[in-house]
């Protein structure tokens, strides 16, 4: 069973603007939580973490949300560049050190 | 560049055949991962080595099979191939103790 999910298969946003990546979970046992960008025809990227004691974490232009009593998490790119373009995975493990579960991603698409 | 490597890139196959897929870690790497994506899949995790030692099996098929060599690089064994394995192989490293995992390029692999 899917316990990563991310309901937008695409998300299409104008250059400057906000994008909004959005990801649910079902494990409660989960409290470290990823997202990862992905080009065509190349492996996944690290971009941000976030551990579950924490509701928010910042990284230049991304910022990702926990919102643990949701079991909800979200991505925030501020302002979505048109290099943005790419594959988008949510992941989550139990622990450092573990098997991360991965959304079926999202597909962002910046728009000049 | 994750630091990563994996070969071959692509690999092409018949059905019933057996192939080897390679990676190395990122240089002081302990932790090797094992993941695949099939079409219209996000990654499901296969096996994970450390040090030389499985340390976690994930839904990973009894044709395939994995190993971690001394010098921390790591092969997996597909065989009996079906039309369903065609998919990509990626591999991740990750450091003791931290929670992100470092993705190769990938092997994809198409069974015909």
């Known amino acids: 069973d899917q316990q990563v999910k991310q309901n937008s298969p695409s998300l299409s946003v104008q250059e400057g603007r906000i994008s909004i990546l959005n990801c649910d979970y079902t494990?409660?046992?989960?409290?470290?939580f990823l997202w990862y960008k992905k080009y065509p025809a190349e492996g996944p990227t690290f971009l941000i973490s976030?551990?579950?004691?924490?509701d928010k974490n910042e990284d230049g232009r991304f910022t990702v949300f926990l919102n643990k009593s949701a079991k909800h998490l979200s991505l925030h790119i501020v302002p979505s560049q048109p290099g943005d373009s790419a594959v988008y995975f949510c992941?989550?493990?139990?622990?450092?050190?573990?098997?991360?579960?991965f959304g079926k991603g999202t597909s962002l698409l910046v728009t000049p | 560049d994750s630091g990563v490597t994996q070969t071959p890139k692509h690999l092409i196959t018949a059905t019933g055949q057996r192939v080897t897929l390679r990676c190395s870690p990122r240089?002081?790497?302990?932790?090797v991962y094992w993941y695949q994506q099939s079409l219209d899949q996000g990654l499901q995790f296969l096996i994970q080595?450390?040090?030389?030692?499985?340390?976690a099996k994930g839904n990973i098929l009894e044709r395939f099979s994995a190993q971690q060599f001394p010098d921390l690089h790591s092969e997996l064994n597909l065989s009996s191939l079906e039309l369903g394995d065609s998919a990509l192989y990626f591999c991740?490293?990750?450091?003791?103790?931290?929670?992100?995992?470092?993705f190769g390029p990938g092997t994809r692999l198409t069974v015909l």
């Open positions: 240089s002081g790497d302990l932790s």
């Open positions: 992941a989550a493990s139990a622990s450092y050190g573990y098997a991360l579960n």
């Open positions: 494990n409660s046992m989960f409290d470290y």
């Open positions: 991740a490293s990750s450091v003791e103790g931290l929670g992100e995992q470092f």
């Open positions: 080595y450390y040090n030389g030692e499985e340390r």
């Open positions: 976030i551990s579950s004691i924490k």
